[in-house]
C-alpha cells in the first residue's frame, strides 16, 4: 500500500520503534534501556532529516534496521564509559557473543518482544508503571496517549516511567521468560497490555481519527507471538485474539468514502472481513479447552454476536446476558452502559433508560448520547437536551459530527 512521507514515518515509528529498542534492550541488558530508546529515537530522527531530500528508500524498514544497526555498534565501539560499565553485562549475557553484531532479523525480533514484554510486566514494579512501560517500549505510544489509555496525565505518567526504570535498574531483571510457576501472574498484566493497545487504536480520543488501525494491527501482532509461544498459548490469550479480530474484522465498515463513523446498524456487511472473523473463531474455539472464565472470553462473546448482523431479539438477549456476566466478573461504568443499549434491543427502551440513568456519567458524553439515542421516539425533547449535552461533552470531530447528525435528524 502506498503511503506518503508525512505518514509513512509516524506509521513506522509506531510499528517498528517498540522493535528495535526491545533487541537492543535485549542486547544491552534491561538496565540500560534508556540507550536502546535513544538509538531507536536517533534512528527515526535520521529518517526524518534524510528522506525528504535522498527520497524514500524501497526498503524503508531495511533501511531503519540498518541505520540503528549501524549506530548501535558505532556506540558500542567508541563509548569508553559504556564499554567500562556495560560490557561486563554484555559479556553475562547469551544474547551478546557475537562481538558488536545486532541481530534485527525477524526470528530475533520476535523473540525479543517476547521476552521484553514479560520483562517489563515484572512485579517489582506497580502494575500501572508495567502497562506504560510496555505501552511505551514495544509499543510506542507517547506520554499523551499511554496518560488517556491509563485514564492519567502525562506528568503522573512520567513520572511512573522513571521510577520504574530505576526499580528494573536496580533488580538487575533479565529479559527473558519467567519461570513456569509466574507466568500466568505476569500474563495477566500483560494481556491487559495487549487490550489497552488495541482500544487506544479501536477508539481514540487523543488523535482526531476514528480508528488508528496500526495500533490494532500491532497488539495482534504481539498477542500471537504468545499463541506462537507453547508456554503461554493459553486459554485467556486466545480469547483475547478472538476479541481482536472480531471487531478488526468491522474496520471496512466503520468508515464511509469522507472518513466519518458509520454506526453499527449502518455498516454494509459486505465490507466485513470474513477472514479475520472465521480467524477469530479458531482462536474463540481453542479459549474455550480451559476451565477459567475471562473477562476476554465474554467480551469475545459479544463480540461474536456482532458479526452476525440479523437484528434479531435473540441476538440481543445473548449478548444482554454476556453483558450481565462481564459485570459480574468485573464491573466497570461503561460496560455497565454499553448493556443499557443491548437491554434495549432485547427488551424495550424504558427499561433501558431507567438503567443508564441510575449510573449518572455526568462527565462521559457517551452517557449523553445514549439516553438521546434511547429517548428518540419517546421524548424527542429529552433526546435533543441529552444529545446537547453530549455534543459539549465530545472530545473528537467524529463524535461531534456524529452527535450533530442525530440532532439534526431530530429537527427534521
Known amino acids: 500500500m502506498y503511503m506518503d512521507q508525512s505518514a509513512l514515518i509516524p506509521h513506522l515509528f509506531r510499528t517498528?520503534?517498540?522493535r528495535i529498542t526491545s533487541v537492543l534492550a535485549r542486547r544491552f541488558g534491561i538496565a540500560h534501556i534508556a540507550v536502546a530508546e535513544d538509538i531507536a529515537g536517533e534512528t527515526f530522527l535520521a529518517a526524518m532529516e534524510t528522506w525528504p531530500y535522498k527520497g524514500i528508500p524501497d526498503n524503508p524498514t531495511g533501511w531503519l534496521y540498518t541505520v540503528a544497526a549501524n549506530k548501535a555498534k558505532n556506540y558500542l565501539a567508541r563509548d569508553n564509559n559504556f564499554q567500562k560499565k556495560i560490557a561486563p553485562d554484555l559479556k553475562r549475557g547469551e544474547a551478546t557473543s557475537?562481538?558488536?553484531d545486532i541481530d534485527l532479523s525477524s526470528g530475533n525480533i520476535k523473540d525479543s518482544q517476547l521476552r521484553m514484554l514479560f520483562a517489563v510486566c515484572h512485579p517489582a514494579i506497580p502494575q500501572e508503571a508495567q502497562i506504560g512501560m510496555a505501552l511505551r517500549v514495544l509499543c510506542g505510544l507517547g506520554i499523551e496517549e499511554i496518560?488517556?489509555?491509563?485514564?492519567?496525565?502525562k506528568e503522573t505518567i512520567n513520572k511512573r516511567l522513571h521510577r520504574a526504570k530505576e526499580k528494573l535498574r536496580e533488580e538487575g531483571i533479565a529479559i527473558d521468560l519467567p519461570p513456569v510457576a509466574e507466568i500466568e501472574e505476569r500474563l495477566d498484566t500483560v494481556l491487559t497490555t495487549l487490550y489497552l493497545l488495541f482500544n487506544e487504536g479501536y477508539y481514540s480520543e487523543t488523535h482526531d481519527e476514528m480508528i488508528r488501525e496500526e495500533l490494532c494491527r500491532e497488539a495482534i501482532r504481539l498477542a500471537t507471538l504468545l499463541t506462537d509461544n507453547a508456554q503461554t498459548d493459553v486459554p485467556a490469550v486466545n480469547a483475547l485474539l478472538a476479541l481482536m479480530c472480531f471487531h478488526a474484522s468491522r474496520f471496512a465498515a466503520r468508515r464511509d468514502s469522507e472518513g466519518e463513523m458509520v454506526l453499527y446498524a449502518d455498516q454494509d456487511e459486505r465490507l466485513w472481513d470474513r477472514q479475520l472473523i472465521a480467524r477469530g473463531v479458531e482462536y474463540m474455539n481453542k479459549a474455550s479447552q480451559g476451565d477459567r472464565l475471562t473477562r476476554y472470553h465474554v467480551e469475545a462473546g459479544i463480540a461474536y454476536w456482532?458479526?452476525?448482523k440479523e437484528d434479531r431479539p435473540e441476538k440481543w438477549e445473548n449478548i444482554?446476558?454476556?453483558y450481565n456476566v462481564l459485570l459480574q466478573l468485573q464491573y466497570s461504568p461503561i460496560a455497565a452502559l454499553n448493556r443499557t443499549y443491548a437491554l434495549a434491543k432485547a427488551r424495550n427502551k424504558q427499561d433501558a433508560i431507567a438503567e443508564a440513568e441510575?449510573?449518572?456519567?455526568v462527565n462521559n458524553p457517551y452517557y449523553y448520547?445514549?439516553?438521546?439515542?434511547?429517548?428518540?421516539g419517546i421524548d424527542n425533547g429529552k433526546a435533543k437536551d441529552n444529545l446537547t449535552r453530549a455534543l459539549a461533552?465530545?472530545?473528537t470531530h467524529t463524535d461531534r459530527h456524529t452527535i450533530e447528525r442525530k440532532l439534526s435528524a431530530l429537527d427534521q
Open 393 to 395: 461533552l465530545a472530545a
Open 306 to 308: 456482532h458479526t452476525i
Open 369 to 376: 448520547t445514549l439516553l438521546g439515542e434511547l429517548y428518540t
Open 98 to 100: 557475537h562481538g558488536h
Open 320 to 322: 444482554l446476558q454476556l
Open 147 to 153: 496518560a488517556h489509555a491509563l485514564l492519567s496525565n
Open 358 to 361: 441510575k449510573l449518572q456519567l
Open 16 to 18: 517498528e520503534f517498540g
